[in-house]
């Protein structure tokens, strides 16, 4: 609720934010807290958030990421790594004072449709995007340049393509496959002078005990710099914060010790793609 409120109420005259129910601060007060990012008691967690998370998806294995994995489809137009989402970390999540509508992403749509498509049958892309920016695009909005549905996915578009992960693998021979499994320590050294050394590398363990890539999670400043560091102070103020968790991942890293395989894509049998 706080992440998007106050952009409006800054606009407002005092008169009015005294009448405010629960807003006992200054106009004065409210400058300070929107210039610096503090959060007060009642305003807790305000765009005090520093890194952000670039998540990308592989269609190759994310089917097996669902619980039920006869619910997924891969579209045809679909070659590539996706977009899952670009979430502030640890900030509160859930932001549903801002709501997004088809209209406000409308010039994008062909853009979004490719690049960040849903996955799931019963989701249209515009209720995952939708949902994105509920959870955490509103939350980005208190950063100038993602301060509306429009610019926070024109964002992500950008920030997709400065991230050619596909080319970057493929140049140093690491193409989806079958049958070779790869290092953490392999992929690492070749993303990292791209995306930054705090990458990380998601797997989910199929019923096969594999380990199978499907996520790659990239760190962000707020500039969209790569590489954000976390104080730990940052990091365990928030733990105790209510309403500000992890945000949920079938996933976790993948294991230093165990290679993992970075399956095709197989839209014909996105569930099995290897058999
Ligand atoms: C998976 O989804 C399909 C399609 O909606 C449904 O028919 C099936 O019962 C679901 N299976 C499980 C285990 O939930
Ligand atoms: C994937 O996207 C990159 C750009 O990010 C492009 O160079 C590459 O050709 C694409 N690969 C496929 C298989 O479409
Ligand atoms: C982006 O932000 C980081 C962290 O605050 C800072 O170290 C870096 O200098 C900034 N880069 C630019 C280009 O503004």
């Known amino acids: 609720m706080h992440c998007s409120l106050l952009p409006l109420l800054v606009s407002l005259s005092p008169a009015i934010l005294f009448l405010l129910p629960g807003i006992i601060v200054t106009q004065e007060g409210l400058w300070e807290d929107y ?16 890194c952000l998370l670039f998540t990308l998806q592989w269609p190759g294995t994310f089917c097996q990421s669902l619980n039920n994995v006869s619910l997924c489809r891969i579209p045809p137009t679909v070659n590539n ?27 994008l749509k062909a853009e979004l449709t490719e690049l960040w498509p849903s996955f799931v049958r019963f989701k249209s892309n515009f209720h995952f995007w939708r949902e994105e920016w509920r959870k955490h695009g509103a939350c980005a909005a208190c950063v100038e340049g993602m301060n509306s549905p429009l610019r926070y996915f024109q964002v992500c578009i950008k920030l997709r393509a400065q991230f050619y992960i596909h080319s970057l693998l493929e140049d140093a021979g690491i193409t989806p496959s079958c049958e070779r499994p790869y290092k953490v320590e392999e992929v690492q050294s070749v993303l990292a002078p791209h995306v930054g050394d705090k990458l990380e590398i998601q797997c989910i363990t199929d019923e096969q005990d594999r380990e199978l890539w499907f996520q790659l999670k990239i760190r962000l400043n707020r500039n969209l710099t790569v590489g954000c560091d976390l104080c730990t102070d940052a990091e365990d103020a928030l733990k105790v914060q209510p309403g500000s968790r992890p945000v949920p991942s079938p996933g976790h890293p993948c294991p230093d010790q165990v290679p993992f395989y ?14």
């Open 35 to 50: 210039k610096y990012g503090h959060g007060d008691q009642d305003n807790h967690n305000f765009c005090t958030w520093k």
């Open 81 to 107: 790594w996706t977009i899952h989402g670009l979430w502030p970390l640890h900030a509160k999540n859930r932001c549903d004072c801002w709501p997004m509508f088809p209209s406000d992403v409308q010039e």
């Open 262 to 275: 970075y399956f095709p894509i197989n839209h014909e049998r996105p569930q099995r793609p290897c058999g």
